[in-house]
């Protein structure tokens, strides 16, 4: 059975950080492609950042180097760091894995407000 696990979800005042954490099982980790999506009310879910097996990485335009994407194929592990949080980065943070195939977790509540 295939599972993502996302941790590290909250609230944070505007320029805080955060670190979201995913882990996986039941996947060969290692091939796959990993992702942070984000969903806010009312908008379509949107890439975050990705990162295929070789360690390439790609991220949505409204990132402007304030986040980083990285992983541990040790752990099952990918992470997103995000520095320099703005109240429109509000949503919900979906992790996502692919090789040929979907898997998402069930998602974690990141809130920037003062």
């Known amino acids: 059975q295939v599972q993502l696990v996302e941790s590290g979800g909250g609230l944070v005042q505007p320029g805080g950080s955060l670190r979201l954490s995913c882990v996986a099982s039941?996947?060969?980790?290692?091939?796959?492609?990993m992702g942070w999506y984000r969903q806010a009310p009312g908008k379509q879910r949107e890439l975050v950042a990705r990162?295929?097996?070789?360690?390439?990485?790609n991220y949505g335009d409204f990132v402007k180097g304030r986040f980083t994407i990285s992983r541990d194929n040790a752990k099952n592990t990918v992470y997103l760091q995000m520095n320099s949080l703005k109240p429109e980065d509000t949503a919900v943070y979906y992790c996502?894995?692919?090789?040929?195939?979907?898997?998402w977790g069930q998602g974690t509540q990141v809130t920037v407000s003062s």
């Open positions: 996502n894995g692919y090789f040929g195939v979907d898997y």
């Open positions: 039941g996947i060969r980790f290692r091939i796959y492609t």
């Open positions: 990162i295929v097996s070789l360690g390439t990485t």
